[in-house]
């Protein structure tokens, strides 16, 4: 079967634009995260979902980030007045249980 | 709050046995995870350790203590192709499901 999609795969932007990252989990996976990774750096958790509770937005480092997941499914992550800061790769994972993450490929985000 | 520390680099030599440190600090503890992760790609699961002791998969084992806050991944036969990254992460109490992840190690395996 598929595994997580992300859309982009790279995205350029001016420092100041939006953004919208797509995640498209497998099919099923009730839990839902995503993470940063900027170079050399360890995976920066940003929010969790999981079924139909609330998110857990403990992670997110501004309120310029904000995540959404629709019909617990596909998610998106945006950015607003993306700053040079933001650069990284955004990583989802989906997850059936409380066990193994399944990663998508990333969205690499370049702010210029 | 979590604290988890891993080597930066190691490097070893391709057929031999090569063994990742990973310590943490954690508010309560639900489990440790390892993941291998390829330049330019994303990470994959490779084990998962609830209780104390060695788990073995193939060439890949990991050990966990939880009394002493450590665990490791134990590599055999090491290939060329284990070059890559090896993240420790660790999932703490209190109901939360999000894993904490270290930096990684960066494994470089030579002829």
């Known amino acids: 079967g598929a595994g997580v999609s992300q859309s982009p795969s790279n995205k350029v932007t001016e420092k100041g634009k939006d953004v919208e990252l797509r995640c498209d989990p497998i099919s099923g996976h009730t839990a839902l995260y995503w993470y940063r990774q900027s170079l050399g750096q360890g995976l920066e958790f940003l929010i969790y979902f999981q079924g139909n509770s609330a998110p857990d937005k403990s992670g997110l480092p501004s309120d310029r980030f904000s995540a959404e997941r629709t019909g617990g499914s596909v998610s998106t992550l945006t950015i607003q007045r993306t700053q040079q800061e933001d650069s990284a790769v955004y990583l989802c994972a989906s997850s059936p249980s409380a066990d193994e993450q399944f990663f998508g490929p990333g969205t690499r985000l370049t702010v210029l | 709050g979590q604290n988890i520390d891993q080597p930066t680099e190691m490097t070893a030599t391709e057929g031999a046995i090569v063994q990742i440190n990973c310590t943490y600090q954690?508010?309560?503890?639900?489990?440790l995870f390892w993941y291998q992760q390829h330049a330019g790609e994303a990470p994959t699961f490779l084990s998962y350790n609830v209780l104390d002791g060695l788990e073995e998969k193939g060439r890949f084992s990991s050990f966990l203590s939880r009394s002493k806050g450590y665990s490791y991944l134990l590599l055999k036969e090491l290939q060329m192709k284990d070059s890559a990254s090896y993240l420790c992460a660790v999932r703490g109490s209190g109901g939360s499901y999000i894993p904490t992840f270290g930096r990684g190690t960066s494994l470089i395996v030579h002829p």
């Open positions: 954690t508010s309560g503890f639900n489990g």
